[in-house]
């Protein structure tokens, strides 16, 4: 039905997961990347999951973590992240598929009469489609290499059709085409003094009996894996020894791409791709950010006042901007989430104690919402650095409504129907929109900012792109007043005026985003607006040490 065309070129890397989740799948298929770049290679990664939603926009933060936005405005998942973060360069649409999204398709195409009377099964149907996707990557020649990482664990019933697929294609592509990592667990058992290898034969054979055997063993592991602990995996596994590769927990994910570069990781994939090193690796930017991350000459501590503040992945991209950004100012930045409902009038000020910035976080709902105007307006009037982000914008409009303009029951659309000053209000666009997948106005838009603001020194430039995922927008039947009282659109869409940047006049550091200003920031180029967020907490702190 879909030929899987074969380009000659283009070599298929596929990660597997064994034993148990959370081994960092994600991480080493973007070190792995990243040293295949640095090695001259052009490399993307794609992430297939085996869960029913169409994709993870609809899920709830604490199950599964932030959901990362593409430039193309795809709802992705949180290792999109991380393949950006480390490779520089964008991930689309294309880059994440879930289990949902092939079966929408092929029961679409069933709906059209496309199977003529055929009996759609998951074998060949369902696979067929999943090697399409796991092909398309590959259309205009872009990538010499394509690592697809699948998600959750070997002998998943979910994981089956993805796993029988990554069979059939790799004899489709033939000898030297494509590769299997297989990521695996050796834990130490502390009563016996030993890691143990049982777990990964066990996930191994898993593999065997669905046809597929690993090229390479990627171990995590709390110890070094000895000379003999490699024989024995090699032995079991079926494995050279030289293709067992250790893992070890490592004092950052930043640290891995170096780790697995000592444990030769990128020249045993390319012998068995049958490719030469094109370069040495190139790396410098690389450790020149390691260095700084691990050398810092100054240190911050920065609240970031959200409602998700359980789980440490929900706000993912945020971290990891305030890392690239820490490294930039040749500073540590602690960021203590501060859970927005236990803040209120009376505790707020000792609650921001020691802190030199306050990050209010995006979110959805109005949980929290009276916590987030009570730190806004404390930092706002004791002059110290904020940064709000998507909702964290939005609120410190209301705050500034409902304090400084005097309009008491101004409120966000979202979260009051009847506020009589809705400042921030639903989009037209999103009026009559009832479906919730997909929906929100997502991916990068346009923005224009004003000269002679902090927007503009922060970018240095006057046309950017940000990427968004929201349905309200700031109010501008009010914009004059606010502009008049020293809150200021600094940075506004070009195409429909929507207000994408606000700041105030007087005020250290108080700048709020629509977008996500999070989810652009990498290794190679830290986002501005984290940059000098940082730097101006670390001015505060100098400030307030005198
Ligand atoms: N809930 C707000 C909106 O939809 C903000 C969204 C966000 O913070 N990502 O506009």
């Known amino acids: 039905m879909y030929p899987v065309q074969n380009n000659n070129m283009t070599k298929f890397i596929f990660v597997t997961g064994g034993v148990t989740s959370s081994l960092g799948k994600g991480i080493i298929s973007a070190s792995l990347a990243k040293l295949l770049q640095a090695r001259g290679y052009k490399v993307t990664i794609q992430k297939f999951d085996p869960y029913i939603n169409i994709d993870p926009g609809t899920l709830n933060p604490y199950e599964h973590g932030e959901c990362f936005v593409t430039e193309d405005g795809a709802e992705t998942d949180l290792d999109l992240g991380h393949y950006e973060r480390f490779l520089n360069i964008p991930t689309s649409q294309a880059n994440n598929v879930t289990t949902g999204r092939i079966y929408q398709h092929v029961i679409n195409q069933e709906r059209q009469g496309a199977f003529l009377g055929k009996t759609v099964q998951v ?298 000053h809705p400042v921030i209000n639903l989009m037209e666009t999103q009026k009559s929109i009832k479906e919730m997948g997909g929906t929100m106005r997502l991916g990068a838009y346009p923005c224009t900012i004003k000269k002679g603001t902090r927007a503009a020194a922060i970018y240095g430039k006057t046309h950017i792109t940000e990427r968004h995922r929201h349905r309200y927008e700031f109010n501008n039947d009010y914009l004059k007043t606010f502009e008049k009282a020293g809150m200021i659109a600094s940075g506004i869409n070009p195409d429909n005026g929507l207000v994408e940047i606000i700041e105030l006049k007087n005020h250290p550091f108080f700048v709020g985003g629509q977008f996500h200003p999070e989810l652009k920031s990498t290794v190679a180029n830290p986002h501005p607006l984290f940059v000098n967020f940082v730097a101006a907490t670390l001015a505060f702190t100098k400030k307030n040490k005198k």
């Open 123 to 420: 074998v060949p149907h369902i696979t067929d489609e999943i090697k399409r996707r796991m092909k398309l990557l590959d259309q205009d020649n872009k990538y010499d290499i394509i690592i697809t990482e699948l998600g959750g664990t070997v002998g998943d019933i979910e994981s089956l059709p993805f796993i029988e697929a990554v069979r059939q294609l790799r004899w489709e592509l033939g000898s030297n085409k494509s590769l299997v990592i297989h990521l695996t667990l050796v834990p130490f058992l502390a009563a016996a003094g030993e890691l143990k290898t049982k777990p990964t034969q066990h996930s191994v054979k898993t593999l065997l009996e669905y046809g597929i055997q690993p090229d390479i063993l990627v171990c995590r592991t709390e110890h070094h894996l000895n000379q003999e602990i490699r024989k024995k995996l090699a032995l079991f596994c079926n494995v050279h020894v030289n293709a067992v590769i250790e893992s070890i927990d490592a004092p950052s994910i930043y640290d891995v791409p170096l780790l697995m570069l000592k444990e030769q990781l990128d020249k045993i994939v390319l012998s068995k791709l049958k490719l030469t090193a094109r370069q040495e690796p190139d790396l410098e930017t690389w450790k020149t950010f390691l260095g700084k991350l691990k050398n810092p000459t100054a240190e911050v501590n920065i609240a970031l006042v959200g409602k998700y503040i359980e789980l440490p992945d929900a706000y993912k991209s945020i971290n990891e901007a305030f890392i690239h950004a820490g490294a930039a100012n040749e500073a540590k930045v602690r960021v203590k989430c501060l859970a927005a409902e236990s803040i209120n009038e009376e505790n707020v000020a000792e609650v921001l104690q020691g802190f030199s910035g306050v990050l209010v976080a995006p979110g959805f709902g109005e949980r929290g919402l009276a916590g987030k105007i009570a730190t806004i307006q404390y930092v706002r009037e004791h002059d110290i650095p904020f940064f709000g982000i998507c909702l964290g914008m939005q609120v410190a409009v209301i705050e500034f409504a409902r304090h400084v303009l005097g309009l008491k029951d101004a409120n966000s659309f979202e979260m009051d129907q009847k506020t009589k």
